[in-house]
């Protein structure tokens, strides 16, 4: 055997035995072969192509948006039901001082002066007199004061739909009615029926503002007051210029009446947005 031949043998064997000891020590063994990928037989679903990245966004950005109209629904829920609760404390700070003898006032006095305003124009339509008309005006404006009082405190308004004439209070009804038929027999007897409304009036009136401590309730009937009494006093001459007749009061004591006439006419606070 020749030298090269030789040689080539322990080049051979030098590899082989290179190769043995890599493998014993557990080394992989280099190959240009393509190996499939393992399979993960325990959990299939990691083996599975992942979504693409703009799939994955959408996803992402959708469920924000429901997270966000959920925030906004009940944001509108707790907003409405606040809304609602300050309405009803609204409604509680504006009863808070207010008797019921203040709230049955104020209905009542809502209707007694729309009474007032409705004989009145019944009255000018039957006998013409200027009187009549002018203080119906001032009887509308006594009915709105009253009315802005239950508006203000959220009160039911009972003159608020009905007509000319018609009153929920059946006593103040037959009233109207009485005061009506008694109006339509004469001048003096419409005349005599105006003076019989504000000397009501002005009882109901300093009843009233006896009862009540509420400040505005009070401002509102004292001017109301001062109006009943100028009226009053312009149905007494009234009375006396187209008949010759003295009224004679026919609700309130005499010593009460000749100080209303003693006193000098009232005009109200000039101050004041709810001036008779």
């Known amino acids: 055997m020749n030298k090269t031949i030789t040689t080539k043998f322990k080049i051979i064997g030098f590899l082989v035995l290179v190769s043995l000891a890599l493998t014993a020590c557990g080394l992989p063994i280099q190959s240009d072969e393509v190996t499939a990928p393992e399979i ?6 990691e083996s599975e ?3 693409p ?3 994955v966004n959408a996803e992402q950005n959708i469920e924000a948006v429901v997270v966000d109209l959920s925030k906004d629904e009940e944001t509108s829920i707790i907003n409405e039901e606040l809304d609602f609760l300050s309405k ?3 409604l509680q700070e504006n009863l808070n001082g ?4 203040d709230i049955a006032s104020l209905i009542f006095m809502r209707e007694e002066e729309k009474l007032a305003h409705d004989v009145y124009l019944v009255m000018y339509d039957l006998w013409g007199l200027p009187v009549f008309q002018n203080i ?14 239950l508006d203000t405190f959220n009160i039911p308004d009972p003159a608020d739909t009905s007509p000319p004439g018609v009153f ?8 109207y009615d009485d005061l009506v038929t008694m109006g339509e027999r004469s001048l003096a007897d419409a005349l005599k029926v105006g003076g019989a409304i504000e000397e009501i009036d002005i009882l109901d009136l300093q009843e009233a503002l006896y009862e009540t401590d509420n400040p505005e309730i009070q401002r509102v009937y004292q001017n109301l007051l001062r109006g009943s009494e100028n009226h009053l006093r312009s ?7 187209q008949t010759g007749e003295t009224y004679i009061p026919q609700y309130m004591d005499v010593s009460v009446y000749d100080g209303i006439l003693a006193s000098a006419p009232a005009r109200g606070n000039r101050n004041n947005n709810h001036r008779p």
């Open 40 to 45: 993960n037989q325990t959990n299939p679903q």
């Open 49 to 51: 192509t992942p979504l």
């Open 53 to 55: 990245a703009n799939i």
């Open 88 to 90: 009803q404390t609204d």
């Open 98 to 101: 207010l008797t019921d003898a």
């Open 136 to 149: 119906a005006r001032s009887e509308e404006s006594h009915t709105n004061a009253v009315k802005q009082l």
């Open 168 to 175: 929920v209070n059946p006593d103040l009804q037959t009233l």
């Open 235 to 241: 149905f007494r001459s009234t009375l006396l210029q």
